[in-house]
Nanobody, 121 residues
Framework: QVQLVDSGGGLVHAGGSLRLSCAAS????????MVWFRQSPGEDREFAAA???????YYADSVKDRFTISRDNAKNTVYLQMNSLRPEDTAVYYC???????????????WGQGTQVTVSS
């Protein structure tokens, strides 16, 4: 069973940056696709970024050129570097793990607890 712990959220002003981290259980990490979704109150969980087991990255249009997803297999950790943050980026961000990259949350069986990102105007 994959276990994920995500962290790094906080309160920043518009234009600021945050780096989210997701620490995964050791054995399945290197062969898992990793993803970040985000969810605002009253909204569906929305795809933000993903990285395949081979390191290929995917981004939602809303975050492309501002967010960067990366993974460090030696540390069993995936990161989401978020730059040029906007108030509309405010959400709870969730790390997920699955067998391949998909953009629907039902494609991932394991999730972190979520970390709050708040961007003030």
């Amino acid at each position: 069973q994959v276990q994920l712990v995500d962290s790094g959220g906080g309160l920043v002003h518009a234009g600021g940056s945050l780096r989210l981290s997701c620490a995964a259980s050791a054995r399945p990490f290197s062969t898992s696709a990793m993803v970040w979704f985000r969810q605002s109150p009253g909204e569906d969980r929305e795809f933000a970024a993903a990285i395949s087991s081979r390191g290929v990255t995917y981004y939602a249009d809303s975050v492309k050129d501002r967010f960067t997803i990366s993974r460090d297999n030696a540390k069993n950790t995936v990161y989401l570097q978020m730059n040029s943050l906007r108030p509309e980026d405010t959400a709870v961000y969730y790390c997920g793990a699955g067998g391949r990259v998909v953009t629907a949350p039902r494609g991932y069986d394991y999730w972190g607890q979520g970390t709050q990102v708040t961007v003030s105007s």
